[in-house]
């Protein structure tokens, strides 16, 4: 095969950059380091055998979101489709919807459930409700051309409609602040709070900093537009479903192979889905350029926990069970305080725990498999697995009882099987204010390197982590803007 393009490495950014740019007529070369394709969307048996985990993402809200994902018609959403939203076109994967998006359980009290229906919603918050309805219901009714104009920070775009810019406006006076001074001026009670920290939790930043209010009002409007669905089967079948597409427009594609330096490869189009130490020392760079790279600051890591049970979960409170993923942390307050410890670069005694069980939603799974993370320092060798559990155990007494096997991963680990999650980082750079759209230099196209025809597509490019394919899919487009 003569490329017309060569796509190295297959998360979700570089298969959409692949699938993308040979839908355009270009042949591609997708080369893959590991042995199998998907990156961040990898599936396979940690604990027990057929015991289905994955070993990024599960829950696909960004994905579904996403004007790259909607481009190529590859989710199927019938519960979308039937709310008059969603994938329309041809299907390949079918995304699957719990009854609770998410849930955040708190001490003496019943859970904070969140709906795809907002109304419902604001309504568990009481109080509280007609904040929800100002910050999340208004950013999930302004639609797909709010969120497509969030996840494209920076060009090429199309200029948006009064209403989107006005959409904006309002998202971006609450979003600009932290999450904390919003909980704070916002919501009254202490499940609104709560709410809010743990969705802007995931942005692995200190909750006092500024746009981690973005990030958790953004990530919870999703749940009422397009809602938290995972794939059926594990997030591996969407990546193998991209690889099948790729192949029937004729790219090829092959893994095992690893690419050391950009001369081994001879295309008028190279895409790099690489963070930028691994770009650095896979090319010969101008100096400067080199200089800023090396100024890239990557976030802190997670330490991930896999358990195969023999039932679900005991929550403490039953509504939770019905939830694809709960937020364990607490108060606003606990979890500002452990988000900052991390931040500060130390382990916090009580985390913030990000917990999936895809058997919510998904009986085909093999069983009740489950799995959670905490944040923790970059590089850090803590194994956290007895903190982690003491969460867990703190709202669903009975739980250790219910293991038959568990699969840690420091951050050492998740680097060796990834080596984009530099340090664990898996959101492939720190996410703060500094670096929202430097990333990983300052530049109306970041994805273009100074190197001709060369473009880097992870997620150390705008918009930042998540499996959503928008730095792919934003490399692709320019790479064929470049060469028409």
């Given amino acids: 095969m003569n490329p017309d393009a060569v796509v190295v490495g297959s998360g979700p950014n570089g298969l959409v950059a692949a699938v993308t740019l040979a839908s355009a007529g270009r042949r591609v070369l997708l080369l893959e380091a590991a042995d199998a394709f998907g990156g961040g969307l990898r599936s396979a048996e940690l604990t027990l055998p057929g015991r289905v985990h994955d070993l990024g993402a599960t829950i696909m809200a960004m994905a579904m979101a996403s004007p790259a994902f909607r481009s190529l018609g590859i989710l199927h959403d019938a519960s979308a489709q039937a709310h008059g939203s969603g994938t329309a076109g041809a299907a390949a994967v079918e995304v699957v ?8 359980p708190l001490d003496g009290r019943p859970a904070v459930l969140v709906y795809r229906d907002a109304e419902r919603t604001a309504a568990e918050l009481g109080r509280d409700g007609w904040a929800w309805r100002a910050t999340v219901g208004a950013a999930a009714e302004a639609g797909f051309a709010l969120t497509d104009l969030l996840l494209r920070p920076l060009g090429p775009w199309e200029v948006p409609g009064v209403a989107t810019l006005a959409a904006a406006a309002r998202f971006g006076a609450f979003g600009a602040l932290p999450a904390t001074t919003v909980g704070r001026r916002l919501f009254r009670t202490v499940e609104g709070r709560a709410v809010l920290a743990g969705m802007a939790a995931h942005s692995v930043l200190d909750l006092r900093s500024p746009i981690t209010a973005g990030y958790g009002l953004l990530l919870a409007a999703t749940a ?21 597409r790729l192949r029937e427009l004729g790219g090829v594609a092959v893994s095992g192979h690893r690419v050391r330096h950009l001369r081994e490869l001879d295309a008028p189009v190279i895409v790099l889905d690489v963070t930028p130490r691994q770009l650095a020392a896979m090319a010969d760079l101008p100096p400067r350029y080199r200089r800023a790279l090396a100024r890239y600051r990557y976030g802190p890591g997670v330490f991930k926990l896999d358990w195969a049970l023999d039932g679900p979960v005991p929550w403490r409170d039953p509504a939770v069970a019905a939830a694809g993923t709960v937020h364990l942390g607490g108060t606003m307050e606990e979890i500002a305080l452990g988000e900052a410890e991390v931040a500060a670069g130390r382990h916090s005694p009580r985390p913030y725990v990000l917990l999936v069980q895809p058997y919510a939603a998904d009986p085909t799974r093999g069983g009740h498999t489950l799995w959670a993370y905490c944040h923790v320092p970059n590089g850090s060798t803590a194994d956290m697995t007895a903190a982690v559990e003491a969460q867990i155990e703190r709202y669903a007494p009975g739980f250790r009882d219910r293991i038959l096997a568990r699969h840690a991963m420091t951050t050492a680990d998740l680097e060796s099987i990834n080596p984009n999650l ?29 190197l001709p025809g060369v473009y880097l597509c992870s997620s150390a490019t705008p918009p930042g982590g998540g499996a959503h394919g928008m730095g792919g899919w934003q490399a692709a487009r320019l790479a064929l803007h470049d060469t028409r």
């Fill in 224 to 244: 009422h537009l397009v809602g938290w669905p995972l794939v059926r089967g594990g997030s591996q079948v969407l990546a193998d479903a991209l690889v099948a």
């Fill in 422 to 450: 530099v340090g664990g980082d898996i959101g492939g750079g720190w996410a703060g204010l500094g670096q929202f759209v430097r990333r990983p230099v300052w530049s109306p196209a970041p994805w273009r390197t100074p």
């Fill in 97 to 104: 919807h719990p009854a609770v998006a998410a849930a955040h």
